[in-house]
């Protein structure tokens, strides 16, 4: 099942096709954790229909990092690094997903190198919504051109 997403919008049909062959789609009810902090995922999850909120615990608190919705890739740097979640992925509402388990991923990866510029892309999105989200609520809502006093 090929839905659009931030991953496949960016590689070439024969490669999403590969990727489609290991496709597994699910529906998750609502209130369903798609990622956990600290605990290592062994499948990327594609959200092709519904909304989950991004969370990280931060003392003792969750801080939203905000709402996902359709075309959502979530998982990749953990599928990628193999290294557990920094995130918590949680259902607002009854969710279709698809799952791709990472060794399928990885293997179609290593033999499509071209598909690291759209993973790039990806990871480099997830990481400018992160930075924006922490100057918001640091408070430090200054232009990105402006300098430090000193």
């Known amino acids: 099942m090929t839905i659009t997403n931030e991953l496949y919008a960016n590689i070439y049909p024969d490669v999403q096709q590969q990727l489609t062959a290991h496709e597994r789609p699910a529906t ?11 605990v290592p995922s062994e499948e990327l999850i594609i959200v092709n229909w519904g909304s989950a909120e991004v969370t990280v615990p931060v003392r003792g608190k969750n801080i939203s ?7 959502k ?13 920094e995130v918590d992925v949680t259902c607002l509402e009854p969710c279709d997903i698809t799952l791709l388990a990472r060794d399928a991923f990885l293997e179609v990866l290593r033999r499509n190198p071209q598909m ?3 993973v790039v892309k990806v990871l480099s999105s997830d990481l400018k919504k992160a930075h924006v989200v922490l100057r918001q609520k640091t408070g ?8 430090p006093r000193a």
């Open 73 to 85: 890739v979530l998982g990749l740097r953990s599928v990628i690094c193999g290294e557990a979640p």
């Open 28 to 38: 998750v009810p609502q209130g369903s954790r798609l990622l956990k902090y600290g």
């Open 116 to 118: 690291y510029f759209a």
């Open 65 to 71: 990092l905000g709402i996902v919705g359709p075309g």
């Open 140 to 147: 430090r809502l200054r232009n990105h051109d402006e300098r």
